[in-house]
């Protein structure tokens, strides 16, 4: 933000001063509406279920040609989280802690506040926005949530060659998913992607999260059709070591290691896919415990079960989540999708590895007579395992979302 002036004073104004600026031309504003109903059982934990009625606001107001200026983009933006005065349900921030845990506080922040300058293929950007990269594993906004997040940054993303992109970003700072003020923090994430082909795009990435660990690894996905037959995979690999940028001195508190496999297929709407992921529980630290792989910056709902259970992985005993799923999806017909988890520990706990098994439904649908509104039911059902979480856990949504942006 204050290299702004000087990159500012060698551009020209499109507009002359006796013309006047319209800081208003160009303002485009989108926002979602996105009411939802969830319901959160863990068994036999002395609480009672939650149950929560809450609503997430989002507006977003974008201007292009900022000050008639070419190529300069800003943006403004809130989310707002409000709960209809209802109460069962513990937040993390209202108090209500004789309730399970559902993590939508009724708060409000500022989601976007960026500057975006375009130079050919190249941005340069400073300010508070969006950030997902890949498929959120490591790095994402955590969006299931009514809350999500924001980051802080300064990046640069260029696209200057054929099939390269690439990013270096500074993050600052992070806010969302639950309340409360700013989190700071230095961290540098660096991200490369190059697409061979369609059916091989290899990416690269180094995530140095402050005072946690650098998590660097290499991902190869592709897609590929035959026929009716639609195919896509993943395979994946990740370390995660010291932290760079640890400003407390952590040499030797982080040592594990991550791979993912996922191959999928669409055949004439029919959906099928086969997953393995590996967190490892770690190999002895410093001070005699064991650091395994976590990954607090994921969107984590999207990985090892929708019970949330295993949010970025389980301390101690690593975790391993062979997973299948079956579903359907065509126009008009809408989305529907099972999946089924088996978890496993890493790191055996006298002698038992179970840590559970869960099953997931979904049924997605854009909502007939109502332009831009999808509906939503979804249910997770977990069954406790020997170790890990051994009590059951039962979680539904229903949820409506509107979404919509006007010049």
Known sequence: MAALPLLVGGLSISASADEGINILDNVKLSGELRPRYEYADVKDNDKDAGQALTSRIKLVASSDKFFGIENLNVNLGIIDVYDF???????????QTDYDKIIDPNYAMLSNADVNYKVGKTILHAGRSQVNLD??????????RQLERSYDTVYVADNSVENLSLLAAWVYGLQGVAAGPKTDTNSVLL???YKVM??????????????????????????????DIKLNYRAEYAIQSDATMDIHGGEGKADASYYNLDLGANISGIIAGVNYEYMSGGEDKADGTKQTFTTPLGTNHKFNGWADVYLGGHAGTGLIDMNAKVGYTAKGLGKALIVYHQFLADEEVAGKDDMGSEIDVLYANKVPGFKNVSGLLKGAWFSGGDIGQTNDVTKF???????FSTK
């Not at 995530?207 to 059709?225: C, Q, R, S, W």
């Open 85 to 95: 005065g209802w109460h069962e349900y513990n937040s993390g921030y209202n108090g």
């Open 397 to 403: 949504w229903a949820m409506l979302d509107y979404k």
């Open 191 to 193: 991200h490369a992607t």
């Open 198 to 227: 369609p059916e091989l795009t290899i990416t690269a990435y180094d995530y140095m999260i402050a005072n946690f660990a650098d998590t660097y690894g290499v991902a190869l996905t592709g897609k590929a059709k035959t026929g």
């Open 135 to 144: 498929n959120q594993r490591f790095i994402g906004t955590v969006g299931w």
